[in-house]
């Protein structure tokens, strides 16, 4: 199996399509830092989620062909992303880091469907429900299960330990590992590193701040108080010092969007 996710991934046509639609996948999260950017100017009316970002371009005299776009390169970018979990990193020597890059890679290849599919939803009129809407849907789901507040608990730890670990790879900078930086310019060497750890730092902290919805919902076993990312960065905009906070994230989402563009060139696999 592992061969044929090798030769899935080393094909030109995957390497091309995939590496086009990491650029995509970068676009998704420059149009989501500016409506983050918009919610700490105070305009609320925006809604702050992938889909949201993807909404903003189908208000474009082209929307539906850009939309069309994205939605094909997203999909390549998960068929990337999935050839790179059967059998991609294998420069990280520790198998448990391995096993943790591949997780990584399943989950955006989930996330670049599911933003694909958004995508096709808004260019053929389709309504879409936005991640806090789904989010308290399965919430409430999981509460009308036997131990369902255990259940959403766990859940809750398991997002917040992600949120964790994608922050820590931009703290120890590990996200370079991926990258062949000889494959870049060397003057933008630096503006990948500096933006890369900004956004992965910044994309961790999203990410612990919708656990931490999760965590209230399963307490209170409500499951109003849990959320996506368009509530939790609202639910932040509110609190003292939350627009700062707010702020730091949007820059984090445009360094990730940055970091997106230059791994599109760079990455190893």
Not at 144 to 155: D, T
Not at 207 to 218: N, S, T, W
Request: net charge positive; hydrophobic share 50%; with cysteine.
């Amino acid at each position: 199996m592992a061969t044929t996710g090798q030769e899935v991934r080393r094909h030109p046509a995957v390497q091309v399509l995939g590496r086009a639609g990491m650029v995509c996948y970068g676009l998704v999260h420059v149009l989501l830092a500016a409506l983050t950017a918009q919610v700490v100017l105070g305009d609320t009316g925006e809604r702050t989620d992938q889909k949201g970002a993807v909404a903003t371009l189908a208000q474009t005299s082209i929307g539906p062909v850009l939309l069309w776009v994205l939605a094909i390169g997203l999909f390549a970018f998960a068929v990337w992303q999935l050839s790179m979990a059967v059998s991609g990193y294998g420069w990280v020597t520790k198998k448990r880091k391995r096993v943790y890059r591949r997780c990584g890679s399943v989950g955006r290849a989930v996330t670049g469907t599911a933003i694909g599919i958004a995508a096709i939803g808004y260019a053929t009129g389709s309504s879409q429900s936005s991640s806090t809407e789904q989010s308290q849907t399965w919430t409430a789901r999981l509460l009308a299960l036997p131990f369902g507040q255990v259940l959403v608990g766990a859940v809750a730890l398991f997002v917040l330990g992600l949120g964790v670990a994608v922050a820590r790879k931009g703290v120890k900078k590990s996200f370079e590992d991926d990258l062949d930086m000889s494959e870049l310019p060397p003057a933008t060497r630096m503006w990948v590193e500096r933006l890369g750890r900004i956004g992965w730092i910044g994309k961790g902290a999203a990410y612990f701040l919708i656990g931490v919805l999760l965590a209230f919902a399963a307490v209170n076993a409500d499951p109003s108080e849990s959320g996506g990312l368009d509530k939790a960065l609202h639910t932040l905009a509110a609190q003292p010092y939350g627009l700062v906070a707010l702020a730091v994230i949007a820059v984090g989402f445009l360094g990730f969007g940055a970091y997106c563009f230059a791994a599109a060139k760079a990455h190893k696999g």
